[in-house]
């Protein structure tokens, strides 16, 4: 499991990222401060969605028509959909259904344009027959360019876009003059959503209106099972970057971990089998870091999954995670590996301070952190939502 020469090229991967990353902060900072901009708050972020849909009437919960375009790869119909169905009938337009870009090449040469005309030609036929009060998507660069961005903003619909990786993929990489990530499409939204809080700047400088939001979980799917628990210590995630190692040197340490997803021996689970692991863990590991950006981290969405499915979660600390959870109190964070093994060992030794840690995250998680709470305050924000 512990690879040097993996550990190598992940080292010099992390060399090139980071630097790539910091000139990037540094180039939008800087505009940032000469074009005199600041990050909008909510009042001024009201004002601007007023000005852009004036004729916007609220209307009680539940009764939106909402057009929802993104791709189900892992996890969105279990959290997405089930949140936005709290607030009406929602439309699911999956450009799969149409166009399998399994080949990078052709999606780029041939498919990407043609789903970028099937999708405004889609939007355009659903709000003739019944008017769409808003189109939530979760796309990028990579999925549609800036002239289906131009068409769609003719049919004056509200517009809210998601993105989840914008610590590095706001730019992401370069193809034909444009930018994979959300850089060139962003502008066109009504709004953008962000789960990165150091990205606000970079949207602004875009001429965007951001939002920093973080993710959520649906307590209908993450929630806790009843169920012994039979393992000291789980992580679920891609077997990429530092994990092999962390992991693979806490195994060394006499600690009995168990990895699953793309990569590990043991492989993905379905959505049921990972949440009844988060309940037979005695502990269930994260971690914050970006791939290939030292001292870099973000908020990800099992931040808020497992204390939702009632687990107790070590994760990686970093500012970001002091805004939604009291480490020590509702989750436990660690800085480095010495600390990680010895909150571990510490955890395992005292079930009573660990039971009591892992019920105030459950209750934090439920109260605060759901996917419906997430769009309700995205929704109040357009003044969809009457009471909102």
Known sequence: MNDPLK?????????????????????????????????????AIRE??????????????????????????????????????????????????EFNHQEEDRWHRTLKAAMNRHLVGQVASRHREKPL???????????????????????????VNLALNDKEQFVGRIRNGLAMGARDICRYFDLSWTSTEDALKK????????????????????????????????????????RPEVIGKLIEKG??????????????????????????????????????????FCLKGRDFEIP?????????????????????????????FDDLLEKIRYLLAHPDTAEEIRLAGYRRARTEHTWEMRFAKVFSLFDLIEGA
């Open 7 to 43: 550990n190598y090229r992940h080292r010099i991967r992390s060399w090139l990222n980071r630097r790539r990353l910091a000139r990037e902060l540094r180039f939008y900072g800087q505009r940032f401060r000469e074009m005199g901009l600041s990050i909008p708050g909510e009042g």
């Open 48 to 97: 601007s969605l007023r000005a852009r849909h004036p004729r916007i009437s609220p209307k009680p919960k539940g009764t939106l028509n909402i057009l929802a375009v993104y791709h189900h790869y892992t996890w969105e119909n279990d959290s997405l959909l089930p949140a936005l169905a709290k607030f009406g009938a929602v439309q699911h337009y999956d450009w799969f259904d």
């Open 133 to 159: 009060d808003l189109v939530f998507t979760y796309l990028s660069g990579e999925l549609i360019g800036p002239e289906a961005m131009t068409e769609l903003a003719v049919f004056g619909i509200p517009m």
């Open 203 to 242: 949207y602004c400088v875009e001429g965007a209106t951001p939002l920093y939001l973080p993710e959520g979980a649906n307590p209908d799917a993450h929630r806790p099972v009843d169920c012994e628990k039979t393992i000291d210590v789980s992580f679920v995630g891609q077997c990429y970057g530092n």
């Open 255 to 296: 600690i009995r971990v168990e990895a699953y997803g793309h990569g590990w021996p043991n492989g993905p689970l379905s959505l049921p089998a990972m949440t009844q692991l988060y309940s037979r863990s005695r502990i269930n590991l994260g971690f914050g870091g970006v791939s290939g950006h030292q001292d870099t």
């Open 308 to 336: 939702m499915s009632g687990g107790l979660y070590l994760t990686e600390h970093h500012p970001e995670i002091e805004s939604v959870f009291v480490p020590g109190e509702e989750i436990m964070t660690y800085t480095g």
